[in-house]
C-alpha cells in the first residue's frame, strides 16, 4: 500500500486509440508527477503539478495531454500514441514542488500496437 | 542535462555485501536519494544524502562524496528480497530531480 494508486495497471492500444491513465494520491500532498520509464533508461520526468498548476512540460508530445482536477487527482489522456511510447508510466506525488521524498505509484504498463 | 551513472547489473550471493556506486555530473547540487524497485512494483525512498558521509539505516547505508560527484549505496547481509532494481537520483541547483538508469541486483542463494 503506497498511497499513490494508479489504474490500468495494465494497457494495451491502438495507435489511433485514446485512453487515459489515472492517478490519486491519499497522502495529502501539494504536488503530483508523471513519469516514463523504458526498460534500461533512467526514470524522464513528463509532468509537474503543484496546488493543481502545472509547473513544468519537459518537451512532451501534445499526444500526452495531462489533467489535474485537485491536488489529489492527476491524469494522463492519451491520443494517437506511437509504438515508442511503450514503456511503463509512473505517477508520483510529493509534499511540495521541490521534490524530498517521493512516493511513487506501481505504474501503467501501457503497449502500443 | 544532467549525467548520472551507474552500473546496469550486480550480482551477489546470499549474505554478503554488495556496493552499487554513483557518480554523477550536475549543474549545483542539493541532495541525493537512493530508490528501492522490485519488478512490477513501484520505487521506494531508501536514503537522503545531503551532507558528505555515510547515512546508515538497518542494513542499508549510503554514502556521499560532493567533491567527488559521487555516492554508493551498501546492502550488507545480503538476503533474497533484496533483489531488486536501485536507483540513484539527484537534485540540482535549480531542485529538479534526475535518476540514473537504475543497477539491477541479483542475489543468488
Known amino acids: 500500500e503506497t498511497g499513490v494508486t494508479q489504474t490500468p495497471r495494465h494497457l494495451v492500444m491502438g495507435m489511433t486509440n485514446k485512453k487515459s491513465l489515472k492517478c490519486e494520491q491519499h497522502?495529502?500532498?501539494?504536488?503530483m508527477y508523471w513519469y516514463k520509464q523504458s526498460a534500461k533508461k533512467p526514470l524522464e520526468l513528463m509532468f509537474v503539478?503543484?496546488?493543481?498548476?502545472?509547473?513544468e512540460n519537459n518537451s512532451v508530445p501534445s499526444r500526452f495531454s495531462p489533467e489535474c482536477p485537485n491536488s489529489s487527482h492527476l491524469f494522463l489522456h492519451l491520443h494517437t500514441l506511437q509504438p515508442e511510447d511503450s514503456a511503463l508510466y509512473l505517477c508520483?506525488?510529493?509534499?511540495?514542488?521541490?521534490?524530498?521524498?517521493?512516493?511513487f505509484g506501481e505504474g501503467s504498463r501501457l503497449t502500443v500496437l | 542535462g544532467q549525467n548520472i551513472d551507474q552500473p546496469t547489473e550486480m550480482t551477489a550471493t546470499e549474505g554478503a555485501i554488495v556496493q552499487i556506486n554513483c557518480t554523477y555530473q550536475?549543474?549545483?547540487?542539493?541532495?541525493l536519494f537512493w530508490y528501492q524497485q522490485h519488478a512490477g512494483e513501484a520505487p521506494t525512498f531508501l536514503s537522503y544524502?545531503?551532507?558528505?558521509g555515510l547515512e546508515e539505516k538497518g542494513r542499508f547505508s549510503s554514502f556521499l562524496s560532493r567533491s567527488k560527484g559521487y555516492s554508493y549505496l551498501l546492502l550488507k547481509e545480503l538476503q533474497m528480497k533484496d533483489s531488486a532494481s536501485y536507483l540513484c537520483?539527484?537534485?540540482?541547483?535549480?531542485?529538479?530531480?534526475?535518476f540514473g538508469a537504475g543497477t539491477t541486483v541479483t542475489v543468488r542463494a
Open positions: 544524502n545531503v551532507l558528505d
Open positions: 550536475t549543474s549545483g547540487f542539493n541532495g
Open positions: 503539478y503543484n496546488f493543481k498548476e502545472q509547473t
Open positions: 537520483a539527484v537534485r540540482d541547483g535549480d531542485y529538479k530531480l534526475s
Open positions: 508520483a506525488s510529493s509534499q511540495d514542488e521541490e521534490p524530498g521524498e517521493l512516493f
Open positions: 497522502l495529502g500532498h501539494n504536488a
